[in-house]
Every structure is written in C-alpha cells, then in structure tokens.
Nanobody, 126 residues
Framework: QVQLVESGGGLVQAGGSLRLSCTSS????????MGWFRQAPGKEREFVGC???????YYADSLKGRFTISRDNVNNTVYLEMNFLKPEDTAVYYC????????????????????WGQGILVTVSS
C-alpha cells in the first residue's frame, strides 16, 4: 500500500508560483497513476489533474496552462507546479493515487481512489 505525504505548501502572493511535492513512504509511486485535488474553504473538493504511467496528463479545464503535474519515478515523487496563483487558488491540496484508473474518471470516482495524502494548505494573498 502507498502512504502519501504532501509538502511544499505555504503562503504566496498573488501572481507567484509554488511547487507541491508528493512522496510515498510505502509502495513505489511508479506503480500508480497519480494526481491532485484541492478543497477551498467552504467548498467541495475539486479535481486539479492527474498523470499516468506514461506521463500523460489530464487537467481540469479551468486550471490548464497554470498548473502542471509531473513525476520523478527515480525519486518517488510527484509534483504540482502552480503558476500565476490567484487568491481563489487558496485551498488544501491533496495528492491521490490509483493503480488502475486515470483521467476524467478521477472527477467522478475520486472517493474510491486507492490512496490519499493528508493534504497541505496553500494560501494565496492578494
């Protein structure tokens, strides 16, 4: 089983950038499709994007062009690069993993994904 741990969150000014990392203390992340969600205060959890074994990516339409997901299987890490951040990007960001599912299905089946991290707070100040 994979245990996911996010890092890299914090406070950033609007227009700035931040890179989140997700690592595993259990199984290798190379065995999983990986992705990110976020949950803003008072809102439902929102799909950000995901990356599969072949490094293909799929993003929420609203975040394309600003957010980029990548993976480094050697270092067992998945990244979420966030650019041109806006105050509305303020949220707890969660890393997730699934052995078999990838892509648009993550939007509809997120509650049953194989593993989740504990989440990390990103705050974008105006």
């Amino acid at each position: 089983q994979v245990q996911l741990v996010e890092s890299g969150g914090g406070l950033v000014q609007a227009g700035g950038s931040l890179r989140l990392s997700c690592t595993s203390s259990g199984d290798s992340l190379s065995d999983y499709h990986m992705g990110w969600f976020r949950q803003a205060p008072g809102k439902e959890r929102e799909f950000v994007g995901c990356i599969n074994w072949t490094i293909a990516t799929y993003y929420a339409d609203s975040l394309k062009g600003r957010f980029t997901i990548s993976r480094d299987n050697v270092n067992n890490t998945v990244y979420l690069e966030m650019n041109f951040l806006k105050p509305e990007d303020t949220a707890v960001y969660y890393c997730a993993a699934d052995r078999s599912r990838w892509g648009r299905v993550w939007i509809f089946e997120s509650s049953s994904l194989d593993a989740w991290g504990q989440g990390i707070l990103v705050t974008v100040s105006s």
